[in-house]
């Protein structure tokens, strides 16, 4: 395991905490923990459940105070911006969302322009392509009318993501984005985060399937038990040994066939193929 102390956050990172102790009612979940998010990249955290992903990434998103030390964004204690400035810098789609009632998808979308509105600043055409832009890059733009509460699950998540991208900041923080998707909108929707990092904007993720965080990350943070255990490029730090770290499981790590990216496969009891009698 990485000692805390020993990982000084970068200084140059937009987004990062310095020495920072986090939790939920008292209890910490992290202690002393200083990690950077780099710039510019497709940032992913993995880890065990109850590892403390969410709560880091609640914590660098301002919805979690620190107890000690610092989250930074853009070189200020994230807490002594106003709520509505850190909303025009940083988007987040939290782990689970609320939508009112009787909201509609466009009203939803919409709402990620709020920080964008003021006494001096209606709606304005550019909010309106801004909603367009969003709901077209989620597949989304022929629920525009219907209500977010008759949405199946896969249907309404990608509605918050499309409220995300609506409030177009540079930075991106995605808890579990692909919950409820089917394999052909989890990748569509990895493949939109990819572009839109590959475009310049920085991207965080918590994603539980492992090979897709290998596949789509420029860089992962694994944790565990609230603890940083590896870093880095999926190619430099995924191995084996750091598989079974973190998870607890024994696997055999070799190239994906398709980006020569690691790939996990996990170990376990051989079962051979039913006879074609037991079938």
């Avoid at 990982?7 to 008292?26: C, I, K, Q, V, W």
């Amino acid at each position: 395991m990485i000692s805390e102390r020993d990982r000084p956050a970068a200084a140059t990172a937009r987004l990062r905490t310095e020495h920072a102790t986090f939790g939920y009612d008292r209890r910490p979940v992290s202690t002393d923990l200083s990690v950077a998010v780099p710039d510019g990249s497709f940032t992913v955290i993995i880890g065990p459940n109850a590892c403390g992903k969410s709560t880091l990434l609640r914590t660098l998103s301002r919805l979690i105070p620190p107890t000690r030390g610092q989250v930074i964004l853009d070189g200020r204690d994230i807490h002594r911006y106003p709520a509505r400035e850190v909303a025009r810098r940083l988007g987040l789609l939290p782990q689970s969302s609320h939508a009112p009632d009787g909201i509609r998808v466009a009203g939803l979308v919409a709402r990620g322009r709020y920080p964008h509105q003021g006494l001096l600043r209606q709606w304005s055409a550019e909010d309106e392509q801004a909603v367009a832009e969003a709901m077209a890059a989620t597949g989304v733009s022929e629920l525009s009318g219907r209500l977010v509460d008759e949405l199946s699950g896969g249907q309404r998540q990608r509605v918050w993501v499309a409220m995300v991208l609506a409030q177009q900041t540079d930075l991106l923080l995605l808890d579990e984005p692909t919950t409820f998707l089917d394999i052909a909108h989890q990748i569509e929707l990895l493949e939109l985060l990819t572009d839109l990092h590959e475009a310049g904007r920085t991207v965080v993720a918590v994603l539980h399937d492992l090979n897709q965080a290998n596949r789509y990350a420029s860089h992962i943070i694994a944790m565990r038990d609230g603890h940083i255990v590896g870093e880095g490029a999926p190619a430099d730090i995924i191995t084996a040994e750091l598989v079974e770290t973190v998870f607890g499981i024994r696997c055999l790590v070799g190239p994906d066939p398709v980006t020569g990216r690691p790939a996990v496969t996990p170990l376990g009891r051989v079962r051979s193929q039913p006879s074609a009698r037991s079938r």
